[in-house]
């Protein structure tokens, strides 16, 4: 027998093995976290909608935690361009797909800001550099006007340009 056919015929074996181990003991995945971690990751904002900003007040964050990424002003490189593309989406041309041109809740944008930004350090910003890093952006996108602020309430009122643009899928009966 070669070595190769050894290690065939072992191969099932060792894997028969190591299922039974497994359902006797479990997976023994992971650990419980700390407090520490969880307080890490909880990045909510709750109902009373702590916090608020500003566009003005946004330019000042997206430019020490946005624009290595985003470009001045939102025009893109080496990441996604967040400015401009309205228009593009149903014509012939390219469509450009940005926050102005695509996205159709500013709630999403906040969430996603939250959540994922500035990349390197996700999670990092306080509630009132998310409120205005968005109202930043939905400033430059022509959404909202220069001295809008943005917070719990004024937010989900905000009617962004391609809100319509979406079919909710219904699935044929």
């Keep these: 027998m070669s ?32 407090p520490e971690e969880i307080a890490a990751s909880d990045i909510s904002i709750g109902p009373d909608g702590v916090g608020s900003g500003t566009p003005k007040q946004g330019e000042a964050v997206y430019a020490a935690k946005c624009v290595a990424c985003h470009g001045e002003k939102g025009a893109g490189k080496p990441n996604d361009q967040l400015v401009g ?41 306080t509630n009132d550099e998310a409120y205005a890093v968005v109202a930043y952006i939905l400033q430059l996108n022509g959404v909202i006007g220069e001295s809008d602020t943005i917070d719990a309430q004024t937010l989900p009122k905000v009617r962004m340009p391609n809100r319509d643009g979406f079919v909710t899928f219904t699935p044929e009966k």
């Design 3 to 34: 070595t190769s056919s050894a290690i065939l015929i072992a191969a099932p074996g060792f894997a028969l093995t190591s299922a039974v181990a497994f359902a006797a003991e479990g997976p023994n995945l992971g650990r419980a976290a700390t």
């Design 85 to 125: 593309g309205r228009g593009t989406l149903g014509g012939d041309q390219a469509p450009v797909k940005t926050v102005g041109s695509f996205w159709p809740y500013a709630t999403t944008i906040f969430d996603y800001v939250r959540r994922a930004m500035p990349l390197n350090e996700s999670k990092s910003l």
